[in-house]
């Protein structure tokens, strides 16, 4: 699955217009465009899931989450935590969350597995909404960015807004071809049987339970990797960011983007974030409304989301078969 | 008589009040193709897949080697150097030939859990892949994907990606299922080719292709090994003619 030529070049030219958006944009909308990133990498590692593996999870917002309140606590009330002790503990943190979670779930398989998945993370969901020492159902503040610092000297100011919002855009790069050279290692080549035949992928010799497992914390790990740029970004964690509305929005995303494709989901925040905005300021009590025909328009029309609207536009210039 | 690769020892598989095989106990000798016959619903498949673990039995034992295979699950007996292919064509069908091939042959590797360096780069991989294409016949079809082949094609597929595994012993649940006749013909020879160096285990209803490929013959009714012998032994068998052979027409299926 190495990019097309046309794809690659789409790619790069989106890449660029991301870089060069601080030097145009406004500042609302250059948080708003950190936060669509952040949702990318996010919707990302549902995609190593739902698009590669053939793993439904309908609890992913749990790994976001989770680390998003694992920040919070680890942030001290009056000063920054340093991102060498913040980041792997929020990544070891979920890492084991998704391992002891993913133990349980990959042992069922469809309607079972959504359900098993979705349980798990509404248990974190009252978790947290009912432990009043981390704020109850308001959520928990987190008012300073993590540090990235070596010894006295100062490496990244994460509170400049323009500093955060590359490490975002180095973030998704990097998560981007992290995913995509998993993909076509030999483990990549394993998910990919179990999501097209599972069974024919066990008689062939693979435990592909092992193999669903590990996939599972993966993307479990990458999601709280997601959790950990929001919490920073947003300066606030609420149990809304676990619950299963969010694991909805994100599952909406792959979806709307084109799933199995990685791209695809990044694409699809985008067009979510920027929809939600206009349509938002189009007919601001009734937005949803708008949301969903856009929902079911492109689920109608384009069933392999808006990275098959790319795949489709390339492949009619080149004029090969329908 | 030799030490038997493979054996049963009153294997026993019931679904709910069903019993699909009953008692069976079959020593299946290394070298040797080793047919196994009877009318639909016999247990014929059934077997095949307490055999490759694909089901785990209700009762009794089954031995490969020096292993006891009973309690293993599908993946641990592939690895242990047994292949089978099913009935029912069960191939990765949007995946190319070469792609349908690779895994089996990727699965021979100490471990798939790695993440970084690309599967292509593995070339021992890559000519595993390509060995089991040439033997079943597909290599011209590398890089078709297999939902766009033949019926027969998928079929000679089925066996390749059994084949990229490399086993040692074969489990070959009708192989000529619903071919014409020269595709038949092709895979008859593909077995005899392969008999030369595998133990093979063979279910078919095509009786002509059964008696030109089989040094040993069991017949199995209700789930029961009614006889077991050479081709000679089995076709004079009278139990064997009323029960299956002699009934006149043959199964189409």
Known sequence: MTPSRPLLIFLLLALAALAAFPLVGEEFYQGLVTRLMIMGIFAMSLDLLIGFTGLVSFGHAAFFGLSGYLLAILTPEYGPVSIWIALP?????????????????????????????????????????????????????????????????????????????????????????????????????????????????????????????????????????????????????????????????????????????????????FAMGFLQDYFQELWSDHWLLLMGVFVIAVVLFLPNGIAGLVAQLRRGKGGDAP | ??????????????????????????????????????????????????????LPPTGGAITFK???????????????????????????????????????????????????????????VRARAERALELCGLTERMDTVASAMSYGEQRQLEIGMMLATEPELLLLDEPLAGMGTDESRQVVALIKRLAKDHTVVLIEHDMDAVFAVADVLTVMVNGRVLATGNPEEIRANSQVQDAYLGTGEEEAT
């Not at chain 1, 394993?190 to 435990?207: D, K, W, Y």
């Open chain 1, 89 to 269: 503990l929020c990544l070891a943190g979920t890492a084991l969350a998704a391992l002891v979670i993913g133990w349980f779930s990959v042992r069922t398989s469809g309607i079972y597995f959504i359900m098993i998945t979705l349980a798990f993370a509404q248990m974190f969901y009252y978790y947290f909404n009912e432990n009043q020492d981390l704020g109850g159902s308001d959520g928990i503040f987190i008012f300073f960015k993590p540090s990235v610092t070596i010894g006295d000297f100062q490496l990244l100011d994460l509170s400049n807004h323009n500093t955060f919002y590359y490490f975002v855009l180095a973030s998704l790069v990097l998560s981007y071809v992290l995913l995509s050279k998993i993909l076509k290692a030999p483990f990549g080549q394993v998910i990919r049987g179990i999501q097209a035949n599972e069974a024919r992928t066990l008689a062939l010799g693979f435990n592909t339970r092992k193999y669903k497992l590990v996939s599972f914390v993966i993307a479990g790990t990458l999601a709280g990797f997601a959790g950990f740029l929001e919490a920073s970004h947003g300066g606030i964690m609420s149990p809304a960011h676990l619950g299963w509305h969010e694991s909805g929005i994100v599952m909406m995303v792959v979806i709307l983007g084109g799933m199995g494709t990685l791209y695809g989901p990044v694409l699809g925040a």
């Open chain 2, 66 to 124: 020096e292993h006891d295979l009973t309690p293993k699950k599908a993946y641990a007996i592939s690895q242990l150097g047994i292949g089978r292919s099913y009935q029912k064509t069960n191939i990765f069908a949007d995946f190319t030939c070469l792609q349908n091939c690779w895994l089996g042959a990727q699965s021979r590797m100490r471990t798939s859990m790695r993440f970084f360096r690309p599967a292509k780069a593995y070339n021992e």
């Open chain 2, 1 to 54: 008589m030799s030490q038997p690769l493979l054996s049963t020892h009153a294997l026993n598989k019931s679904f709910g009040g069903l019993v699909a095989v009953d008692d069976v106990s079959i020593d299946f000798e290394a070298a040797k193709v080793h047919a196994i016959i009877g009318p639909n619903g016999a247990g014929k498949t059934t077997l095949i897949n307490l055999l490759s673990g694909d």
